[in-house]
């Protein structure tokens, strides 16, 4: 397998992994962690796991010169990228988070064609489009539209950019060190940012750990393992041989990906079901975001000027 063809498959399980932890981790906010509290116990376990993995395997110095960036990215593709979309989705609806974070692969466009003067083809532009409608079509048909918030709508938008442009800062540095030396550091300048967020310790000195259950704790384990550590390590180890908006471009799988695993663990009893019945119109909107992640993700000549 090629290392593009292995990029493309890292990407694909980022978003699976994303997917599931939509419908396992649906009853751990408020119930028993508040968002900042849940982020911190994220940030934390995968820094511990980053650092024991880079200092076994990995003998990368990162140059003085780089710290700064390697700080910028921690604090918008760690901090501000998870507080805002915790706070966000905790306030607003289902349908609106899922409409407003269609808008991240076409700000990573503008931004990549801005700081890294990266390529804008038609044919990519008419693959973020398709693939826009069809998750707005998708996130509309199998959302509740219950509890809208023009505040919650607002922090939605604000973890939208910041995730676009941590993934535009961070594409230079993946040129230059390995994946794992990038995501180390990053996480490490973004644990500090989440520290230094004013309710994370009050509300973490409030919280009763001893009352959460077992199955609370495995999903809080499976956050930090697989949504947290596994998904950023496979996402920069993506950008090392994709562009940003390639990579974010995946993003239009995980209304596909959320439906399909309510299905799935639901079926299995190990979630509640609370999936709608499948219907042709879903199953056509799912047709429509693989063909735009398809004609974003492969190469065209034809070229946008400015």
């Known amino acids: 397998m090629s290392k593009i063809l292995k990029a493309h498959f890292a990407l694909f399980i980022v978003n699976a992994l994303y997917g599931a932890n939509h419908v396992v981790a649906k009853g751990v906010m408020p119930n028993y962690l508040t968002p900042s509290v849940f982020i911190f116990l994220r940030v934390l376990g995968a820094t511990v796991l980053f650092w024991i993995f880079k200092v076994l395997f990995i003998k990368d110095r990162v140059e003085k010169k780089d710290l700064l960036l390697m700080a910028l990215c921690g604090l918008f593709g760690v901090a501000i990228n998870?507080?805002?979309?915790?706070?966000?989705?905790?306030?607003?609806?289902?349908?609106?988070?899922?409409?407003?974070?269609?808008?991240?692969?076409?700000?990573?466009?503008?931004?990549?064609?801005?700081?890294?003067?990266?390529?804008?083809?038609?044919r990519r532009v008419i693959g973020i489009t398709i693939g826009a409608l069809g998750s707005i079509l998708l996130t509309v048909v199998a959302g509740t539209g219950i509890g809208d918030s023009a505040l919650g709508d607002l922090f939605i938008f604000i973890n939208a950019t910041s995730y676009a442009l941590y993934l535009v800062l961070v594409k230079p540095l993946m040129k230059k060190y390995k994946p794992l030396t990038v995501i180390t550091y990053v996480f490490t300048f973004g644990f500090f940012y989440v520290i230094l967020y004013p309710p994370t310790i009050f509300e973490l000195s409030t919280t009763t750990f001893s009352d959460i259950p077992t199955n609370i704790i495995l999903i809080i384990f499976y956050v930090i393992l697989g949504v947290t550590f596994l998904t950023y390590l496979l996402t920069v180890y993506g950008l090392k041989h994709?562009?940003?908006?390639?990579?974010?471009?995946?993003?239009?799988?995980?209304?596909?990906?959320?439906?399909?695993?309510?299905?799935?663990?639901?079926?299995?009893?190990?979630?509640?079901d609370y999936t709608e019945t499948i219907t042709l119109e879903k199953i056509l909107y799912m047709i429509i975001i693989f063909i735009g992640v398809y004609m974003t993700s492969t190469s065209s000549s034809k070229t946008i000027k400015s």
Do not use: C
């Not at 988070?97 to 038609?122: A, D, H, Q, Y």
């Open 82 to 122: 998870q507080l805002f979309f915790f706070h966000g989705l905790s306030l607003t609806s289902s349908v609106n988070t899922g409409i407003i974070m269609m808008i991240n692969p076409i700000i990573v466009v503008v931004l990549s064609f801005l700081f890294l003067k990266e390529r804008v083809t038609w």
């Open 242 to 272: 994709l562009s940003p908006s390639v990579s974010s471009a995946y993003i239009y799988l995980q209304p596909v990906l959320v439906i399909f695993f309510a299905y799935v663990l639901s079926f299995f009893n190990v979630v509640d």
